[in-house]
Nanobody
Framework: QVQLVESGGGLVQPGGSLRLSCVVS????????LSWFRQAPGRERELVAL????????QYTDSVKGRFTISRNNAKNTVYLQMNSLKVEDTAVYYC???????????WGKGTLVTVAS
């Protein structure tokens, strides 16, 4: 019954901002590391950002550092990705993923499309 549902994607102009959300159900949210991945056309899926189950440690791919911020709200079972100064190269389907602090089973959402274009 685990579900991850992303939202917040859409069309935005270069330099604009979007905030993605991923609502998670069916697991003990506070015990899971959460991450955002993206997959652009013709590209392999890549890790964008990760936030540890503690909420105190974050990790970003170099291309988004200083522009994207990952956060989580355990009371709402939601992980966010704030995306600022968006570039055309950020265009992709964005997926959220949950992984237990102790396990190796990954749970994926179905993705939300972000299109950066003028």
């Amino acid at each position: 019954q685990v579900q991850l549902v992303e939202s917040g994607g859409g069309l935005v102009q270069p330099g604009g901002s979007l905030r993605l959300s991923c609502v998670v159900s069916g697991l003990t949210f506070s015990l899971y590391n959460l991450s955002w991945f993206r997959q652009a056309p013709g590209r392999e899926r890549e890790l964008v950002a990760l936030i540890a189950y503690t909420g105190h440690i974050t990790q970003y791919t170099d291309s988004v550092k200083g522009r994207f911020t990952i956060s989580r709200n355990n009371a709402k079972n939601t992980v966010y990705l704030q995306m600022n100064s968006l570039k055309v190269e950020d265009t992709a389907v964005y997926y959220c993923k949950a992984r237990s602090r102790w396990g190796n089973t990954d749970y994926w959402g179905k993705g939300t499309l972000v299109t950066v274009a003028s």
